[in-house]
């Protein structure tokens, strides 16, 4: 055999061992052998970075394996395909073209976070970043952001109120502006231009619309009765009388760190332009994000003459006319209740009785 031909034979043999080489990587990158490292794994690629961090982070949870020859291939065969930040979640281990699918696609994972009514913006917010969306500071400096505030709320001091309690389907790339955005234009959605024409019927802005609304919210869960108690608050300010509304002094004490769960009757003196037992007429400001309903009974309060309720042990409500109506109606709640009976005081109380817990209103 001639010396060319023996080294076109050698070539050849190499040749066909880089070909069973690459094609024996390629399959163990594609078809990683032995058992699962566990399930599934969540991983999460911030903005920034770098291809090499990527697959480094991949191999470190057991999603493909070698990290360099993952890279390798991406960088030779697949590297048109842009790699996008997010989370992401894979079995391990996973076959790399379906790594390098999905994150050219931005698959990433979607979380959906259920905002209930009645939920302060430090509530709400709380929803999103404690599942690693976004973080706290984010979400409250987007609170009160200028641009924000002058698309629904001119001349406030944040968004409080206007963050309208839905279903949001995020990620973890999400920032908290876009969040507070998105909550704010469902706002607007909801509040249409009749509901804005009704509040001005009845002399209200829209912010104190919403700020009525929100104490509607907090004061019942019962659809029926939003708007009996709008029209009890709505009596209130016509005659002047202050709306002694728990939630408000309960929102004062949140909003300045001293809330512990449970109101007691010496917060009513509670030193706060929030405490409608100190001060007349509506308090500054929203004090949580109030749902559609609550918005409705705000701008279209009952038309009756109750000036107070009292919460039963059913949740529901008595509405009274006058104030002996309303300590009769404070008295059969306390023996509904198996509470002893207390002696009428000898002056107005809190239009609620005075008792003291944290669901009671004034009515």
């Known amino acids: 055999m001639s010396a060319a031909r023996r080294v076109v034979r050698i070539g050849l043999l190499l040749a066909l061992l880089a070909v069973a080489v690459a094609v024996y990587l390629y399959r163990s990158l594609e078809y990683p052998a032995g058992p699962p490292t566990g399930g599934e794994v969540t991983v999460f690629f911030p903005f920034g970075t770098s291809t090499k961090e990527i697959f480094r982070r991949l191999d470190a949870e057991g999603v493909v394996r070698p990290a360099w020859l993952a890279e390798i291939y991406y960088r030779l065969a697949r590297s048109a395909t842009a790699l996008q930040a997010g989370e992401y979640r894979y079995d391990r281990p996973t076959p790399l073209s379906t790594v390098i699918a999905r ?67 995020v990620t973890r790339s999400t920032s908290a502006r876009q969040i507070v955005e998105t909550m704010v234009a469902n706002f607007r959605r909801h509040f249409t231009p ?60 949140k909003r300045d760190g001293k809330w512990t769960g449970t109101l007691y009757r010496s917060d009513y003196g509670y030193e706060s332009s929030f405490n409608t037992y100190l001060f007349e007429g509506l308090p500054p400001g929203p004090i949580c994000n109030p749902g559609e309903d609550a918005l409705r009974a705000a701008v279209a309060p009952a038309r009756t003459e109750f000036l107070y309720f009292v919460a039963d042990r059913t949740g529901s409500h008595t509405f009274s006319k006058t104030f002996q109506e309303h300590l009769d109606a404070i008295a059969a709640a306390r023996k509904q209740a198996g509470a002893p009976s207390a002696a009428p005081p000898a002056a107005e109380p809190p239009a609620n009785g005075g008792e003291p817990h944290g669901r009671n209103s004034g009515g």
């Open 194 to 253: 009749e509901m804005r024409a009704s509040a001005q019927a009845i002399g209200f802005s829209e912010r104190q619309a919403v700020t009525l609304a929100s104490i509607v919210q907090k004061e019942t869960s019962l659809d029926r009765e939003e708007a009996l108690i709008a029209g009890v608050y709505w009596n209130r300010l016509r005659h002047r009388m202050r709306l002694q509304a728990d939630p408000t002094v309960a929102y004062a004490l």
């Open 103 to 169: 994150m050219g696609r931005g698959d990433v994972l979607r979380h959906t976070i259920v905002v209930p009514e009645g939920l302060t913006a430090e509530e709400t917010f709380e929803l999103f970043w404690s599942r690693g969306i976004s973080r706290p500071e984010a979400f409250r400096h987007a609170l009160v952001n200028p641009q924000l505030l002058t698309s629904v709320a001119r001349g406030a001091p944040d968004l409080e109120g206007f963050l309208f309690p839905d279903t949001y389907v």
